[in-house]
């Protein structure tokens, strides 16, 4: 028999005064429970109570282990209050992993109006490009761009990550404005790097289902995409980056869109959680809200 059934069933009897109150009480029959509680003394050793047809008393070890069931039970019972209220009211930490350039300029304005609207949840945000593993490394939301990975991870979809071109107005009044593709390899590009200075740079363009890949040169790289933006901004080159980022510069006249018949790389997002019978609150409402944000139109 189950032993928290038994010591359930025996704070009832003691509490009730009999196993008959106790069968009534809980949907069972006197004779079940006078097997838990014979189940319990047989596992301890012990008497815990001494029955007469009329009534029944606790012996020392059974008033003692009466109170200490008590405390147990109640404890189970304040488990199962938590759990449940951590799956139906989002609190407690959230550790999510994103792509560093998505992180950082949509990502987390998304994550500010969240904690407002769920004060009892804390967020531990990694922005980072690497491969992570979150089962491993205790990640319970992942944002990810490209194809993904064959996984045991459940994925919804996010509207595709798209790129396109700009540079600022000081930069195009003194260099030109690029009509094609073709026309980047004589302009200062902003080229994201990875580290590797060696390897050459492509930008990837398409128009009317046919694909022109360019190769780019400029005297700045960088690993970080907020800093080319800033340089671009100051007039330094070209940039290619995220749509949605670079819509904002263009509305606020610090960046110019350019090749604009031309649709650059695209590639699907998606964020991914671990898979669980019931997802916490918090988890629930991050991901529906994130979908909501960011998810296709």
């Not at 009329?54 to 008033?63: A, F, K, S, V």
């Not at 139906?88 to 300029?105: H, K, N, V, Y």
């Not at 749509?243 to 509305?251: G, Y």
């Amino acid at each position: 028999m189950d032993k928290l059934t038994s010591m359930g069933v025996f704070v009832k009897s003691v509490e009730l005064g009999s196993f008959v109150a106790a069968s009534q009480a809980i949907g069972i029959s006197p004779q079940m429970v006078a097997k838990h509680i014979a189940g319990l003394e047989m596992s301890l050793g012990v008497t815990l109570l001494n029955r007469t047809t009329r009534r029944q008393n606790l012996t020392d070890i059974g008033r003692a282990y009466y109170e200490r069931c008590k405390r147990v039970l109640s404890e189970v019972d304040a488990a199962d209050f938590l759990a449940e209220e951590m799956l139906s009211q989002p609190q407690g930490e959230l550790r999510i992993s994103a792509p560093m350039t998505f992180g950082t300029f949509s990502l987390v304005p998304f994550v500010a109006n969240y904690l407002s609207r769920y004060p009892k949840v804390t967020i531990n945000l990694s922005l980072s490009d690497r491969f992570v593993d979150p089962l491993e490394e205790g990640f319970e939301v992942l944002i990810r761009i490209g194809e993904l990975a064959d996984s045991s991870l459940i994925a919804r979809p996010l509207a595709p990550y798209k790129l396109i071109v700009c540079a600022s107005p000081a930069y195009l009044a003194e260099r030109g404005i690029p009509q094609t593709p073709g026309d980047l390899v004589s302009h200062a590009c902003l080229a994201y790097s990875h580290g590797n200075s060696s390897m050459p740079c492509r930008w990837i363009f398409s128009r009317q289902g046919l694909t022109q890949e360019v190769q780019v040169i400029g005297r700045l790289r960088s690993d970080n995409w907020k800093a080319l933006l800033h340089a671009a901004t100051e007039g330094l080159g070209i940039t290619m980056g995220p749509e949605d980022v670079l819509a904002k510069e263009i509305a606020a006249g610090r960046l110019v869109r350019i090749l604009p018949a031309y649709e650059g790389p695209s590639r699907p997002m998606n964020v991914l959680y671990p898979p669980n019978r019931r997802p916490t609150a918090k988890i629930r409402s991050f991901i529906d809200g994130l979908v909501e944000e960011f998810g296709p139109k």
